[in-house]
């Protein structure tokens, strides 16, 4: 059974810094792509960032806040400067030409 669970989301102060991880099991090849997705509340759904096997990276980050890393199925997202308009459950997923999984969600609450 394939499993992604996100970890390190949490309470941080506008300005502050988390580092959200993506651990996979349960798939014995390398992913063609993973990504970070966020949902804020009455939202939807939206990418963040999605980087491939091969590296290639695209991200909706046009202030270079944000920088996504995999090491093979390991996912990362390293979130700087952060602001309340960043609160919202962000979501791993991994995908190819015939396969789509997502996690649960990790909740990043920005807010003094």
């Known amino acids: 059974q394939v499993q992604l669970v996100e970890s390190g989301g949490g309470l941080v102060q506008p300005g502050g810094s988390l580092t959200l991880s993506c651990a996979t099991s349960?798939?014995?090849?390398?992913?063609?792509?993973m990504g970070w997705y966020r949902q804020a509340p009455g939202k939807e759904r939206e990418l963040v960032a999605s980087?491939?096997?091969?590296g290639t990276i695209d991200s909706v980050d046009s202030e270079g806040r944000f920088a996504i890393s995999r090491d093979r199925n390991t996912l990362y997202l390293q979130m700087n400067s952060l602001k309340s308009e960043d609160t919202a459950v962000y979501y791993c997923?991994?995908?190819?030409?015939?396969?789509?999984?997502w996690g649960q969600g990790t909740q990043v609450t920005v807010s003094s």
């Open positions: 997923r991994a995908w190819g030409f015939d396969y789509d999984y």
């Open positions: 349960g798939i014995r090849f390398i992913v063609i792509a």
């Open positions: 980087i491939t096997s091969g």
